[in-house]
């Protein structure tokens, strides 16, 4: 039996509201971590684990699962939420995160809990990891699909450029890559550190299926995925476009909270504004 | 010193020993392996046919995986191979795997604890003429210091294959160290190899040489020479560098009394420092260690270079010299 899908627009818009306001609440307590990066990819996590994937929370090692893995490992926090949200492990847990004996490291660790596909923190590494399940279920014939979480900035990384062109040479149509086009990095915004565009040509250019949508629509995230369900021969980059610190005003757009956590005063500011954004919702 | 007849060595050793290069092992190893589990998967850097890959590729060309000139991405997709069930195995020279991709063996590999297999070929500077970029004298250092890894330094093509194929039957990731050069054989299929083991290969009382790698033959001659002089000398073929065999070490240092470490790579970080750490907290004795000195190497015939840079049979004779002196 696989996890059941939510189909609801404004249920999985509520879910993302979930998995928003328990990020800063973790990040509070963690009192340090990232924020802006967890906050913009709430909606595209919601759409992977509440509607797109085929996977069960109770059997996380299910050999038949699609497999979602994290290159930029420093937005786990998210990942965290949206796994404890899905019932991957109590939500409680949520409150150790970096702290000492708790499972939920500050980077990803492999299969803690269950359900963390792999360990990353080092840009450029997951989208490798997740190529080797692809070409791993290519040779096997499975018949799941592979996805990869990465960021904009580490497109900036030397390994990320070796696993576009390996992707897309051996045409591995069972990965879908999705990019956080949020525009910043620690240093700054992207095009004033080092300039990612034109990052659509780059990718087309390695034989890639590209896809570019706007992160915080959920409908259209979910299409997108489809789609590149539907492409043979080519592996599938979604190019979401996202608001770092989605949600919170005054996170929003602002690259100094790449890499910090709110205090508890402005936790509790960033949950009023989430609250409110849920009521909205709610009345839609 | 008294050759172990239990380690059934080559009976030609010191006569008309024929020579073969280590990573042959490699080659074999790997088609040994993929008959007998269809998991087994071999990625290469555009380094087939010198990785001794290409025997593999020609009898499983499904399950070779041509990556490119990429090594930092061929750690990575070894990692999600691994994790998928598959048993990779990483090929290239060794100073670009494990040296070039070395934070992807770190956190992609080690630190998941994927069954990676790293194998590393055209170790040390016996590589020659290519020179110092080629020369991989740091690969032990880098390795011995990572958590889940093993490290094993085989010293022929025989216990090359036997190396590769104990790797690819065990669980979690492994380093294998493998020279270009043809290099004596000094094993038979029947010398035991067992991963975290030493051998012994030579008994003797007056001093222990701790070697791993071509530096074993080295070793065996030196010892035969210090005989001549009246010196007894054990030679450990210490092939496990990691997790290293801290009971046959000790007990080496408390029968000889002294020590003498011999390996091709840089004298910091590798084998004899792992012999030291060993001997200092357990068995203290008069010590030397035989390596490259600090800097790097330079082109030049194999022989030459071992021999300007201080790694072979004449300095390990040497060595043992003195700290029988010192002790």
């Not at chain 2, 172990?4 to 092992?25: H, I």
């Not at chain 2, 998928?84 to 770190?106: E, I």
Request: net charge negative; aromatic share 6%; glycine share 8%.
């Amino acid at each position: 039996m696989t996890f059941k899908k939510i189909t609801s627009e404004k249920q999985l818009k509520l879910t993302a509201n979930t998995i928003r306001q328990n990020i800063i609440k973790s990040l509070v307590e963690a009192k340090s971590g990232h924020s802006a990066g967890p906050l913009g990819m709430a909606d595209v996590f919601t759409a992977l684990y509440f509607n797109v994937l085929k996977h069960d929370p109770k059997k996380p090692d299910w050999a038949e699962r699609d497999k979602v893995f994290l290159s930029n490992g420093h937005i786990c926090p998210v990942w965290y939420a949206t796994l404890a949200e899905a019932g991957y492990f109590p939500i409680t847990e949520l409150m150790t995160l970096r702290k000492l004996n708790s499972r939920l490291q500050g980077h990803p660790h492999y299969w803690e809990p269950p359900g963390i596909e792999n360990s990353g923190g080092p840009l450029g590494q997951g989208i490798s990891i997740a190529i080797g399940a692809a070409l791993s279920a290519k040779m096997n014939k499975e018949k799941h699909r592979i996805y990869c979480l990465t960021s904009d900035g580490e497109h900036q990384e030397g390994q990320y450029m070796e696993a576009m062109m390996f992707a897309g040479n051996n045409k591995l149509d069972n990965l879908c890559v999705v990019v956080d086009r949020n525009n910043i990095q620690i240093d700054g915004d992207t095009e004033d550190i080092m300039p990612l565009e034109p990052m659509r040509a780059k990718y087309e250019a390695d034989k890639w299926h590209v896809i570019e949508v706007d992160g915080h629509n959920i409908k259209h995230l979910i299409d997108a995925f489809e789609e590149a369900k539907t492409i043979h021969d080519m592996p599938t980059v979604i190019i979401a476009h996202t608001i770092p610190g989605k949600g919170v005003s005054f996170m929003e757009n602002d690259y100094q909270w790449h890499g910090k956590p709110p205090t508890p005063e402005q936790g509790e500011v960033a949950l009023r504004e989430l609250q409110e954004i849920r009521r909205q919702i709610e009345e839609e | 010193m008294k050759i172990n007849s239990e380690m059934k060595l080559n009976e030609k050793l010191f006569t008309n020993v024929e020579k073969v290069p280590s990573r042959d092992g490699y080659g074999k190893g790997l088609v040994e392996l993929g008959e007998k589990n269809k998991d087994v998967v071999v990625l290469c850097a555009d380094l087939t046919e010198s990785t001794r890959s290409n025997w593999f590729k020609e009898r499983f060309p499904q399950r070779f995986v041509q990556m490119g000139v990429a090594e930092q991405n061929m750690m990575g997709v070894a990692a999600g191979l691994a994790l998928s069930g598959k048993v990779p195995f990483v090929s290239s020279y060794a100073v670009f795997s494990p040296g070039r991709n070395w934070d992807q063996l770190r956190v992609s590999v080690c630190y998941t604890n994927a069954n990676v297999k790293v194998g590393g070929m055209h170790a040390g500077i016996s590589v020659g003429p290519d020179g110092a970029t080629h020369q991989a004298l740091e690969d032990i250092a880098i390795t011995r210091v990572l958590p889940n890894l093993r490290v094993i330094v085989p010293c022929d093509w025989i216990q090359g294959k036997k190396a590769t194929i104990a790797a690819g039957e065990a669980v979690g990731p492994h380093y294998l160290r493998f020279g270009r050069e043809k290099v004596p054989v000094i094993t038979t299929e029947q010398t035991p190899f067992e991963i975290g083991i030493a051998d012994i290969y030579a008994d003797g009382a007056d001093v222990a040489i701790i070697t791993c790698g071509l530096m074993v033959y080295e070793s065996l001659i030196a010892a035969k020479e210090l005989e001549k002089n009246g010196v007894s000398s054990m030679v450990v073929n210490c092939h496990t560098v990691k997790p290293i065999d801290i009971e046959t070490i000790t007990k080496a240092a408390r029968k000889c009394g002294a020590v003498v470490t011999a390996e091709e790579h840089q004298i910091n970080g590798g084998l004899g420092s792992a012999v030291s750490e060993v001997l200092v907290e357990n068995y203290p004795v008069p010590m030397k260690r035989i390596g490259m000195k600090d800097v790097f190497g330079e082109s030049g015939t194999p022989d030459e270079l071992l021999k300007k840079y201080g790694m072979n049979s004449s300095e390990i004779v040497k060595a043992c010299q003195e700290v029988v002196k010192r002790k």
